[in-house]
C-alpha cells in the first residue's frame, strides 16, 4: 500500500521558533510537494522537489524553506515561525508524467498552530 | 506561470441528480494532465480522475467523468446519480512541466459540495 507519511498531525509552536515539517515517502517518487490549505483559498504551493537537493518555489514561498537530502525525505521548514503560519500542511508525492497518469498522493496533513 | 480556477464555492444538489463543478485553467505547456481530487470532511485527498491534454477521449471512471474542452481550456467534472456520500470538497488541478521531469502541481480554490436526501 502506498503510503506518504507527515511526522505529525498536530503542532503547536511558538511565534519565532523554528518549526521542521517532516514527509516520508515509501513509493520511490521522485517527486514532493508542500502545500498549505486554507478555507476559500484550496491548496497553494510552497515548494516542490524533482529530484534529491533539487527544489523549486511554488506560488507562496516567502517564509518557507525546503530541505530534500535523500529521495524518500522532503522537510518543509519555517525559520521563524508567525501566526499568519497557522494552517493546514499537506505533503504530496508523484511520479515523473512523462506523459502519463501520475496522481499524487497525499500525507495526512500536518495541523499547525502558532501561537 | 499555470493557473486553475474554479468559480463555484459551494453547491448543493438533490441526491440522485447529476453535477456539473467547474474548472478553468491556464497555461503555456503544451503537454499538461488535469486531476480532480475528493476532500471528505475527514481530511484525506481521494484521487478522482486525470485527463492528458493530449487525450482523445474524455476521461471517465465509474460515476465521474471529466468534460474536457481544449480550445476553451476547461476540465468540468460531472457526477451521475449524486450520492449522500459525495459530500465533500473538490479540487481540480494541472500538472505542468517547467523542464523534462520537473513538474509543478497546482490546485484551484476547491468547491463545497453537499447533497441533500
Known amino acids: 500500500d502506498v503510503k506518504v507519511t507527515q511526522s505529525s498531525r498536530y503542532l503547536v509552536k511558538r511565534t519565532g521558533e523554528k518549526v521542521f515539517l517532516e514527509c516520508v515517502q515509501d513509493m520511490d517518487h521522485e517527486n514532493m510537494f508542500w502545500y498549505r490549505q486554507d478555507p476559500g483559498l484550496g491548496l497553494r504551493l510552497i515548494y516542490f522537489s524533482y529530484d534529491v537537493k533539487m527544489k523549486e518555489k511554488g506560488d507562496i514561498p516567502e517564509g518557507y524553506s525546503v530541505s530534500r537530502e535523500k529521495k524518500e525525505r522532503f522537510s518543509l521548514i519555517l525559520e521563524s515561525a508567525s501566526t499568519n503560519q497557522t494552517s493546514m500542511y499537506l505533503c504530496?508525492?508523484?511520479?515523473?508524467?512523462?506523459?502519463?497518469?501520475?496522481?499524487?498522493?497525499f500525507g495526512q496533513g500536518t495541523r499547525l498552530t502558532v501561537v | 506561470a499555470q493557473k486553475i480556477t474554479q468559480t463555484q464555492p459551494g453547491m448543493f444538489v438533490q441526491e440522485k441528480e447529476a453535477v456539473t463543478l467547474d474548472c478553468t485553467y491556464d497555461?503555456?505547456?503544451?503537454?499538461?494532465?488535469l486531476f480532480w481530487y475528493k476532500q471528505p470532511s475527514s481530511g484525506e485527498m481521494i484521487f478522482l480522475i486525470y485527463q492528458g491534454s493530449y487525450d482523445q477521449q474524455n476521461a471517465t471512471e465509474g460515476r465521474y467523468s471529466l468534460n474536457f474542452q481544449k480550445a476553451r481550456k476547461s476540465a468540468n467534472l460531472v457526477i451521475s446519480a449524486s450520492q449522500l456520500g459525495d459530500s465533500a470538497m473538490y479540487f481540480c488541478a494541472m500538472r505542468g512541466s517547467l523542464t523534462f521531469g520537473n513538474e509543478k502541481l497546482t490546485f484551484g480554490t476547491g468547491t463545497r459540495l453537499t447533497i441533500i436526501p
Open positions: 497555461t503555456s505547456d503544451p503537454s499538461y494532465g
Open positions: 504530496a508525492s508523484s511520479l515523473p508524467a512523462q506523459g502519463q497518469n501520475t496522481e499524487a498522493f
